[in-house]
């Protein structure tokens, strides 16, 4: 089985790519969205987020994902402090 990593930058037509792989045949995994998935409300990512970070990355219910990019890529936590423990739910949720 040939295995494919597809990369880029924002804007460099990676979901175009990956829509024409998929209408190959490809089976296609968007880690990205898996990413979403598991920090929806009510689910134990979200929870995670929420006890980690705080209600501050809260807006109308959901993980403001803005808010918590800046938290993440702030100079004010230690770097190996940023990473939700939900990051191992992206890697179950695409097994």
């Known amino acids: 089985m040939l295995v494919v990593g597809l990369t880029g930058g924002i804007g460099a037509g990676k979901s175009t790519v ?26 134990d990512g979200f929870a995670e987020v929420l006890l980690r970070f705080g ?8 993980i403001d ?3 918590l ?3 993440i890529f702030s100079a004010q936590r230690p770097r190996g402090n940023n990473s939700p423990s939900g990051s191992g739910d992206v890697c179950r949720s695409g097994s």
């Open 18 to 43: 990956a829509q024409c792989f998929a209408e190959l045949g490809a089976f296609v995994i968007d880690a990205d969205q898996l990413a979403r998935m598991v920090v929806e409300r009510g689910t």
């Open 55 to 62: 209600d501050e990355v809260i807006l109308n219910g959901d």
């Open 65 to 67: 994902r803005k808010k």
């Open 69 to 71: 990019a800046e938290i």
